[in-house]
């Protein structure tokens, strides 16, 4: 075997691993294995407006998943990103609910602000986190996941309280907004086109920023050494900042796609776990950019497809959540246990 | 509502008539979506249930559900996305289980005008912005709570009775005055006590559930409640922290009770502190939907269904009920039953006027009943509660 | 008893450590191991008490053959080491370490008692209610050993013990091995890098040299011939060679650095009230025991620990409380002692080193690498390479090559630890460089003759406190030994003043 070919390997021997996981674990809850699995693809990528659907999907994942190879690449733990979504959500709303579509300016520009806007409030709840964290000595774990509640009580209480429906507050969320304050949809109309255009953009722009820029450097030298860091007057602290703000603009550019672009307003847990899944989906990629579209595709297809399991085999669907865990897991394991690992670097 | 029954036979005779055109006609599918897990103990699967009924009692339907259909569960899966999956599978009847289906709902059914929607617990119809498609069915919950208030203020030895509020909104806080309306009844009516004795406080959590650091944790708000003297909860949150701090309490050897919601065997886990649940039926209140969409006979509604006060825990009969449970006294017991029989008969009216919003601002005026759409949108808790009306 | 290691072969991947290597160790002796960093000393001694398994070759223990040892195989044979780093646990007490030594627990009563009859036996003075993080590091080499004697082990294997204690604690380290063999039944075999310990010390040294045995002499002996095993001829001329002379200072005038009455406020200890210049051209020596001070002023110079009162200026910038980046635009840089941990950047490639170093340059960095990182200071692999690879001498010639020209004051932490003779001689003439370029050196060392050989002018440190200010002239084994263990102080010696 060939140093090249290793890594081909590897890869193929933890995917038949995750693969043979989950036949057994589909056998074991009492579904056809091959079937399921079947349903599950067809669901994803089945037709024109599933894989639509799962664009839609992959569009915040994608973004999110950008967002967090930026604050991984300065070993940070960005747990947060559900709350940047959230507040990107929110800030995103408030401008477009204030914009008049009628009058004022073009509802383009309208949109853009909005967009702009989303970032801007995904920024300022990732500073946050990351002013905790360089200034106060708190882990930025323990405040993402602080600040992803305190995001999410923000939403509901906006939605139930200052911003709720005329008439009766609704946990279907606020208002929808004006059409022409809809990102525009070409093709499918769940789905507009300008969300995946923007997360293919903002990926390329996050790979460049890593891989070809000095900021990059910085970044990985601060991962890689802290101290070292501060010794060569790299000033880890700013760039421990400066990568929660690019990520955090990024995350929020995710809530406001998902408001202008699918929800068409300010829904409770409108950031649905993406952060989350995204984190997933980097670790699954195990830190390589060419990878993470990939696994960002794949668990796109892997939540939309799920919605098939009780609809066309009556099965419980959190089936697919568990799927996705053991995946995770499996290939994991699987690339430290593989086998022919004779060869140990000294 | 004494209407139910009459429209009840006219269904049947309809059904009688149409019998031989439905066996002609291919099996009725019908799609549930349900906002939590079907198997929930609460608020999904009492629908769920409702939709296996409904396949039991109409030959060869056939039920298409998706649950956990919200955004932290299935984030990207929207309404009209499933709608689109239920009506490719053959799929012409849809129920939406919950409150914030509600614009997705509305979409899906402008994009199907083919197909015919219910909308459980929505009020489109009623505002006018519903397409000719789309209907919608509540339960009036609010007798089952009256009953509640009533078993609560029956029981209390201090007066005081707290109410466990899920997040403010119209339907929460009719369902809290309902619960308050009973309970005065009792304190006053039944049990002969001063207005001014009777102290009935809601504490709202935030969310139909607990969401550490989202919500205010319900074991430490019903903890709270029994420590400054509130000897009954009723819980009007979908998980059933109420009960379990009571049953603790009751152990440590305080004589405190409390009331659970949504699910009819929601006692069995406590049953001494238990002194009942109201309850969603939704059998009997989805059957005649179906059996309308079938016949051909079905049009968009507003269809609020009283319980069936005389069949009161008769799952074939009432949409609502309330199934008392054994920490209430026999004697108690017996005034609920002349209660409930009360409201049945019309001899007993809570949402007569005078009734009086929290701000003073008149909610029913002297001698006439609110109307449905009053009692809908509901802006505030009524004078003598204690609590927030709205959030802050 | 009587230990042979008869041809031993133990590979890490490539790298052979120990070759084909044969030794007798005696009863009633003591045997020092000798080489260079790397040469297989450790692993040889770690084969010998079951750590790692050997490749090939056995061990014979009082006649009986093992083709390799466990771990508890070692110590029921009544084999023993004291590692070079204690394996201890900081948090707890003297006497909780000493019951958890290895075999059964012992009970809190057992476990005093046992530890007041050896210590009693052996001289030590260790109190049982004291958490190890407060002994010092000779405390807490008696406490391991009182654990090793009190298994009764019989063959004891010490892997540099000297570094990190005074002089005063290794003349009680050497009675206390000294009284251990005196029975004849028991032996002792010592790992170092230092000829004149094994002279002191040992009645045979074995030397290794790239994990082959390269000759065994008994005492006493040749210090030429055993320098010749050690690093082959060449090197050896120029290792018995003097050091130069340290540099004079360049003049009096504005110095480098000026501190007064200085507070340093380190992650784990405070140092208190420094007053201090140091001219262009000087070469300053630290002294003090690990955790006395000197380290902490080390990092304060260098804007890492931070300044919290008085008053510091270097090249005559106010810099008490300043954030790092005004000390490196100052001038100032540090060499940590812990290379790769505080210095490099394990992941990241040479190149990649020479860009963030020089970020204003990083266009030209292949240049930069080429001419100043191989051409001055001989860096000896590719630009390419990651900096895990780096051999401990490449890492310093790295680190060192990063530093800019213009630096007005050098901080260097232990710069030779670990590294072999040629480039322990680089680094030096390198300083002595920068000092007469019009640099300021100020340097720690563990190694005291090292540190008195290469200083200009010593300042020693004892229990975060600076207890002396030492002139070339002044600089005494004995005395900078006692003042850094606080036997005596600067006063009552008439030290304390500045050259």
């Excluded at chain 1, 086109?193 to 891989?211: D, E, K, N, S, Y």
Aim: one cysteine or more; charged letters at 20%; proline letters at 6%.
């Amino acid at each position: 075997m060939t140093r090249r070919a290793a890594p081909l390997v590897r890869a193929a021997w933890a995917l038949a691993a995750a693969f043979a996981v989950t036949l057994g674990i589909l056998l074991a809850a009492g579904a056809p294995p091959f079937a399921t699995l079947a349903v599950m693809a067809e669901g994803g990528l089945g037709s024109q407006a599933a894989a639509l659907r799962t664009l839609a999907a992959f569009t915040p994942l994608l973004l999110c998943g950008a967002a967090l190879c930026v604050t991984f690449a300065a070993n940070l733990w960005n747990i947060g990103v559900e709350g940047q979504i959230t507040m990107g959500a929110i800030f995103a709303q408030g401008c477009l609910r204030a914009a008049d579509p009628a009058g004022g300016l073009p509802a383009g520009l309208d949109l853009a602000l909005g967009l702009a806007a989303s970032a801007l409030g995904g920024l300022v709840w990732a500073l946050l986190a990351g002013m905790l964290r360089t200034h106060g000595r708190v882990h930025e774990i323990f405040s993402g996941l602080g600040l992803n509640f305190v995001a999410m009580g923000v939403s509901l209480w906006l939605i139930l309280g200052p911003w709720k429906r005329p008439g009766m507050a609704s946990m279907s969320g606020t208002e929808t907004l004006d059409q022409a304050l809809w990102l525009p949809a070409l093709g499918g109309r769940p789905m507009s086109m300008v969300g995946p255009i923007l997360a293919v953009a903002a990926f390329v722009g996050a790979a460049w920023l890593l891989r070809r820029t000095f900021f990059g450097l910085t970044l990985a030298a601060v991962r890689q050494n802290a101290l070292a860091a501060t010794r060569l007057g790299l000033r880890p602290g700013l760039r421990i900042l400066a990568a929660m703000g690019i990520c955090g603009a990024l995350a929020g550019l995710a809530g406001g796609i998902l408001v202008a672009g699918l929800y068409h307003r300010l829904i409770p847990s409108i950031s649905g776990n993406y952060g989350y899944t995204a984190i997933l989906a980097v670790l699954l990629a195990s830190g390589s950019l060419l990878a993470l579209p990939a696994a960002c595709l794949f668990f796109a297809v892997l939540t939309v497809g799920s919605v098939q399991l009780p609809l066309s085999l009556s099965l419980d669907s959190s089936l697919a959540g568990v799927l996705q865990g053991v995946l995770v897991l499996t290939l994991f394991a699987a690339r430290r246990l593989r086998p022919l690992s004779r060869r140990r670097e000294p | 509502m004494r209407r139910a029954p009459t429209t009840l036979a006219a269904l049947a005779l309809c059904l009688a008539l149409a019998a031989p055109a439905l066996a002609a006609d291919k099996p009725l599918t019908f799609g549930m979506l349900l906002v939590g897990p079907y198997n929930d103990k609460g608020y999904s699967q009492a629908q769920y249930e409702g939709g296996k009924y409904v396949e039991e009692h109409v030959p060869g339907a056939k039920m298409l559900y998706l649950d956990k259909l919200n955004p932290a569960d299935r984030p990207g899966v929207t309404v009209p996305q499933v709608v689109d999956d239920l009506a490719a599978k053959g799929a012409t009847l849809i129920f939406a289980g919950s409150d914030d289906m509600k614009d997705g709902i509305r979409e899906a059914a402008e994009q199907h005008p083919e197909l015919t929607f219910v909308h459980i617990s929505g009020d489109d119809v009623l505002t006018g912005k519903a397409p000719k498609n789309l209907g919608n069915v509540f339960s009036k919950m609010e007798y089952a709570k009256m009953m509640a208030g009533f078993s609560a203020a029956m029981t209390t030895q201090t007066g005081k009775i707290g109410f466990l509020g899920p997040l403010i909104n119209d339907e929460t806080r009719r369902l809290a005055d309902a619960a308050y309306l009973g309970a005065r009844y009792a304190w006053e009516k039944v049990r002969g006590q001063k207005p001014e004795a009777l102290s009935f406080k809601v504490t709202w959590i935030g969310f139909w559930f607990n969401i550490p650091g989202v919500t205010s944790d319900p074991n430490q708000v019903a903890g709270s409640f029994f420590d400054q003297g509130y000897d009954v909860v009723i819980s009007g949150i979908d998980t059933p922290e109420a009960l379990t701090v009571a049953a603790a309490r009751r152990k440590a050897g305080a004589d405190v009770h409390a009331l659970p919601y949504d699910f009819k065997q929601a006692c069995d886990s406590a049953p001494e502190a238990c002194l009942g649940v109201p309850y969603f039926n939704w059998g009997p209140a989805l059957l005649p939907i179906v059996k309308d969409v079938v016949a051909g006979t079905w049009k968009p509604s507003f269809v609020w269904l009283s319980p069936d006060f005389a069949a009161l825990n008769d799952p074939d009969k009432s949409p609502v009920g309330f199934l008392p449970g054994q920490g209430l006294s026999a004697e108690s017991k017996k005034a609920l039953d002349q209660f409930t029989a009360d409201l049945g008969s019309g001899k007993v009216d809570l949402f007569a006027g005078p009734l009086t919003y929290q701000d003073g601002t008149v909610f029913v005026p002297a001698g006439r009943t609110a109307t449905d759409k009053e009692l809908w949108f509901c802006p505030q808790l009524l004078k003598g509660m204690e609590g927030a009306s709205a959030s802050k | 008893m009587d230990v042979v290691l008869s041809h031993i072969v133990k590979r890490f991947g490539q790298l052979i450590a120990n070759d084909d290597v044969s030794l007798t160790l005696e009863a009633g002796r003591i045997h020092g191991l000798l080489g260079e960093n790397g040469a297989g000393k450790s692993t040889l001694m770690k084969v010998l008490c079951g750590q790692l398994s050997p490749e090939a070759g056995e061990i014979v223990v009082d006649g009986a053959a093992h083709a390799r040892l466990t771990p508890d195989a070692a110590a029921a044979l009544g084999i023993g080491m004291l590692p070079q780093d204690p394996l201890d646990f900081p948090p707890l007490r003297v006497w909780e370490n000493f019951a958890l030594g290895g075999g059964p627990v012992l009970t809190r009563r057992e476990a005093r008692s046992r530890l007041e009859a050896v210590c009693s036996r052996m001289g030590f003075c260790l109190r049982p209610d004291v958490p190890v993080a407060d002994l010092t590091v000779a405390e807490r080499q008696h406490l391991e050993l009182a654990r090793l004697f009190d298994r009764d082990v019989r063959l004891l294997i010490l892997d540099e013990p000297t570094s990190g204690i005074s002089p005063a604690q290794k003349r009680t380290l050497f009675a206390v091995l000294r009284a251990f063999v005196s029975d004849g039944r028991r032996l002792v075999a010592l790992v170092t890098h230092k000829l004149t310990e094994a002279r002191e010390l040992c009645d045979a040294v074995a030397i290794l040299r790239h994990g082959r045995l390269a000759g065994s002499f008994a005492a006493p002996f040749d210090t030429q011939d055993v320098l010749t095993a050690m690093f082959g001829a060449e090197v050896a001329a120029t290792a018995t060679a003097a050091p130069p002379p340290p540099p004079e200072p360049l003049g009096l005038g504005t110095p480098v650095l000026r501190a007064a009455n200085l507070v340093i406020a380190d992650d784990k200890a405070v140092l208190r009230d420094v007053s201090l210049e140091v001219h262009p051209g000087e070469i300053v020596g630290l002294a003090g025991i690990s955790g006395g001070g000197q380290e902490a002023l080390l990092r304060g110079l260098a804007g890492i620990a931070r300044s919290v009162a008085g008053e510091l200026a270097i090249g005559g910038r106010d810099l008490a409380g300043r954030p790092a980046t005004d000390f490196l635009a100052a001038g100032v840089h540090y060499l940590p002692a812990a290379r790769m941990e505080e210095g490099l950047f394990p992941g990241l490639s040479l190149l990649d080193h020479v860009r963030l170093a020089f970020p204003d340059k990083r266009r030209e960095a292949r240049a930069i690498f080429a001419e100043r990182c191989v051409g001055r200071f001989r860096l000896t692999n590719t630009p390419n390479a990651r900096a895990d690879a780096l051999s401990g001498g490449n890492q310093q010639r790295l680190l060192l090559s990063l530093i800019p020209d213009d630096t007005r004051l050098l901080l260097a932490d232990n710069p030779t630890r670990g590294l072999d003779a040629a480039s322990i001689a680089q680094i030096w003439d390198h300083f002595r460089e920068r000092a007469a370029a019009g640099a300021a050196v100020v340097f720690f060392s563990e190694d005291l003759d090292e540190l008195l050989a290469q200083a200009g002018r010593v300042l020693v440190f004892f229990n975060r406190d600076m207890a002396a200010d030492l002139p070339a002239a002044s600089l005494d084994p004995g005395l900078v030994g006692d003042l850094m263990t606080g036997r005596s102080t600067a006063a009552a010696n008439g030290g304390g003043s500045a050259p």
